[in-house]
């Protein structure tokens, strides 16, 4: 009963520190609006996202296109909801790899240091010695370009960090006396990183999955941009600002648009995330 | 400090042999033959045949990575598989390119992020600090890629100041591709900035300097900024990273003649060799760039540097 008050306590007030922060909360209201815009994008899509209309080209916005059409005359609006699922599950997807991956890794660093803690953290540093970006790119052009190869090598570009936190977090709870009391009573390792590493570790978890969000959009809309992602007619945020950057002396609305909606989605992850780890776990703040 | 110099580069040997491994194998992950897709599939046997054994492919994996590596390390990565030539050659014409635009930018985004982040970190709250931080934000969030073309579209096609791309001399050349580039790190560096401030504003050390009377201007600029700028050094260091980054989209976008947009024609065209090379290039300026700044974080901060006398 007790231990219950507390969960909710908590949880109350980082939701009203979440509310209290002005930034957290534009953030999550245009994260919402991207969000409902792509999940319910086949209701919302006025036009269908790559039925080609050439008579109807390079138009700026009116009322039948919200947005204006590109060079075959597709709806840009409806490109751009389209895209946002195509961004969301970029994000999610790569974000899910490099949780599960570094996030294992970072554990059996952290848990059961020696040899494994080693070889694990010389392979991430490996990993980081080229800038993320650079790394996916250098994956891409050995796994060749496609949508789900940009999911993959973005995905293995945020191992390393993930892994790092995992880590300093397992480090940091297996100092806590409870945690070697838990040991010396004879608890199995499962039992101890179930029960006491796993919930601490969640909150920098969280917070870090939000910001690496961000990045991991950046990323992925920039490797399509390259040519090096989503292929045609796919309609992916960073692939509409390339195809139709050719086009931009007759119609400027083609790439500006594409660039807001990746402008606004990782503005959005970046200030949830800044005011979650504001909210969640104050001594981050300087990080 | 040697000691600590010499230390720190003994322990690149393995990163950097770790970074070989995986640009060597980048040729063998692709699917399929590396000659055929060199070649593309139309070519004819004998052109294979003097393709694979030119290649050492005929040869087994292992040997063919320390023949590759041994090579590499005299600075051989072969030649171009498109233009023949050296690729070692080709990273030394373009290497300079982006370390000029690279340059240009890192110097004007501290020349106008720190004082951004002294003019916020002073007036914290303030309209001027709400807008920078906001911009700083945008800033960080905004693709290398759209803000050049919108850059382009607003100073090149609009209003016809600077050219949009290529690198043919003169300064005009740089303006657009350095603003694309400074913005992220202007807007890390005025955050940062603005941050580090702050901390040291709240010191003790400063209520002191305040309480004998010193005017704010020599408390900022000779108490709080000195110390304040020691985690900056790092940032800008931190930059080197996000450059790179930028410095592979802004050059694609901007036709400038550099190795950023020299990888990306090479993977383009499955010109392994040059993207090997690249890759190498690009890990041991990094390696460096991080290197030179963790010296100079030393060399700043009187503790770190006792700590390794």
Redesign the interface.
Known sequence: MEKGQTVTFAKKSILKAMLRNKKAVVGAIILLIITLGAVFAPFLAPHNPIQQDLRNRLQPPSRDNLLGTDQFGRDLFSRILYGGRISLRIGFITVGIALIVGGTLGLIAGFYGGILDHLIMRLMDIMLALPGFLLALAIISALGSSLENVMIAVGISLIPTFCRLMRATVLSVRENDYVEAAIALGASDLRVIIKYVLPNAVNPLIVHSSLTMASSILFAAGLSFLGMGAQPPTPEWGKMIADNRAFIRASHYIVTFPGLAIVLSVLSLNMVGDGLRDALDPRMKNL | MEKYIIRRLLMLI???L??SI??F???H???GDPALMMLGEHAPPQQLENLRRSLGLDEPLPVQYFNWLSRAVQLDFGRSLRSNALVINEIANYLPNTAQLAGSAVFFSVLIGIPIGIISAVRPNSLLDNVAMVGA??G????????A??F??IFS?TLGWFPSSGKLGGAAYFVLPTMTLATVSTASIARMTR?AML?VISQDYIRTARSKGLNERRIVYRHALRNALIPVVTIIGLQ???L??GA??TE?IFAWPGIGRM??EA??QKDFPV?QGV?MT??VS??LINLFVDILYAYLDPKIRVKYK
Do not use: K
Request: hydrophobic fraction near 70%.
């Open positions: 393995p990163v950097l770790g970074i995986f640009a194998s980048i040729l992950l692709t699917p934000l945008a960080v969030g905004m693709p290398a890629f759209w803000q073309i919108m382009i579209l096609v941050s901390e080197a990273g996000a790179m980054t592979v989209l694609t990888i990306v993977i383009r993207v890759i690009f890990a990094y390696a």
